[in-house]
């Protein structure tokens, strides 16, 4: 008898897939004992469970709409869903149609698809440096080459991005907003210089909105897809935006949307027949439901209750980290990104971290295309309490100071 070998039956592409250093984590952050700073998941209680209760019960109490709701349905998604997305986009500014909308099951799966239309071994494709971890496991399937791109607090550099364009790449992934995991947003001026660049080398970019209605502050400013205004034409454009569900309702639903030209889309939908089908109809229709009847106010809620814990987490690190540590002061999101001295290496500080001051953190090496940024760390301040998040950061900065002083 013969034993399966099984990594020579794998295929490349698959095998190209690494274990995230977030989820192995996440099994540890579970223990109560620990303060966890590591998981990029929103605050379970601020969903809005009353909500989705009584849309549950409506929609099993109205027959017609439950049949509906259990039966298969269009490939493109919930026409009702898709218009809501579209009024959504129109009122923050970028006129799209219905048919430039396909739901995915979460943000994640439209990252896969983008991957796997629009990337191919040896295929650059622009990252930032650092970028959302997520989106490099989906597009690392397809083993493209890896051009990063420095940031800076306005946004991508603009040489380093020229020179990307310049050099041959013609798709950029790009978070404009709150970025995971930095928390930076680009300013008007950089948005309006980037996509001139997209433009000027026929490039296309994929914008990651996940969190930009967590805006905590300040102005909010046009998306890239709002900015990608040629003709009035909404099949003209150079942009794909990503949008979710997953941190302004609720994850588990798992909703997400890919709004691009038309021909895009239609690719995209023979693509998610091939695959799924499509995205659970029930898990549609509560999503339509619950944005209809609870946005704005429903925003306003988590706003505020991010606010919170990111001044706590904020006021926090003014008080107690030492001089040689610095971080950014995002104006909404999820995260604060923290630099630390160059003979710190943010692995070896998160398993003191665990063991003696019961505090985790992402470290963020895995960020970085080019596993550069061993003196960084990511912190997340959406789902400890504010309470734990001060005590967290002072046992954090207690440690850091030992460690530096060694
Ligand atoms: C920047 C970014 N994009 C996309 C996603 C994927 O979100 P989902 O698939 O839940 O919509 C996440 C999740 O953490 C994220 O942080």
């Not at 995230?20 to 966890?36: A, F, G, N, Q, Y």
């Not at 999820?334 to 500080?349: A, K, V, Y």
């Amino acid at each position: 008898m013969m034993t399966v070998q099984w990594n020579d039956l794998i295929v490349r592409d698959a095998r190209a897939l690494t274990a995230s250093e977030i989820r192995d984590l996440l099994k540890v952050t579970d223990r109560p004992e620990i303060t966890s700073f590591a998981g990029g998941v929103p605050d379970a209680s601020l969903f809005p469970l009353d909500a989705f209760k009584t849309i549950y019960a409506d929609l099993t109490t109205d027959e017609a709409a439950g049949r509906r709701s259990l039966q298969y349905s269009i490939s493109e998604g919930l026409p009702a869903l898709r218009q809501w997305i579209v009024d959504d986009l129109a009122a923050s500014g970028a006129k799209r149609g219905i048919e430039n909308i396909l739901i995915s099951s979460g943000a994640q799966q439209g990252l896969d698809m983008l991957a796997r239309m629009f990337l191919e071994p040896g295929r650059e494709i622009i990252v930032e440096k650092p970028s959302y971890l997520g989106a490099m496991q989906a597009f690392s399937m397809r083993r493209p080459t890896y051009v990063g791109v420095n940031m800076d607090d306005e946004g991508p550099v603009l040489s380093e991005l020229d020179a990307a364009f310049a050099g041959g790449a013609r798709i950029a992934y790009l978070a404009p907003d709150f970025q995971n995991p930095t928390g930076r947003s680009y300013s008007l001026e950089r948005r309006l210089a980037v996509l001139e660049l997209a433009r000027k080398y026929g490039a296309v970019i994929f914008e990651d909105a996940a969190y930009s209605k967590l805006a905590y502050e300040g102005d909010v400013l046009p998306s890239l897809l709002a900015l990608d205004e040629v003709n009035g034409d909404p099949d003209a454009g150079t942009v794909i935006q990503l949008g979710t569900f997953s941190k302004t309702l609720v994850p588990a639903l798992r909703i997400g949307w890919v709004c691009a030209p038309r021909s895009v889309i239609e690719r995209l939908v023979l693509m998610m027949q091939a695959s799924d089908l499509h995205v659970s109809t029930i898990n549609q229709e509560v999503a339509y439901r619950a944005a209809r009847d609870l946005f704005p106010g429903h925003l306003e809620t988590l706003r505020d209750a991010y606010r919170h814990k990111r001044d706590t987490m904020l006021a926090a690190m003014d008080e107690f980290m030492p001089d040689c540590v610095s971080y950014t002061r995002p104006e909404g999101g999820m995260f604060i990104w923290l630099t630390l001295p160059e003979n710190i290496d943010s692995r070896q500080l998160l398993e003191l971290a665990l063991q003696d001051s019961k505090v985790a953190f992402v470290p963020g090496q895995a960020f970085f295309c080019d596993h550069s940024g061993c003196n960084t760390a990511r912190l997340s301040f959406a789902t400890e309490k504010p309470e734990r998040i001060r005590d967290g950061i002072e046992r954090l900065a207690l440690l850091i100071k030992r460690v530096h002083n060694q």
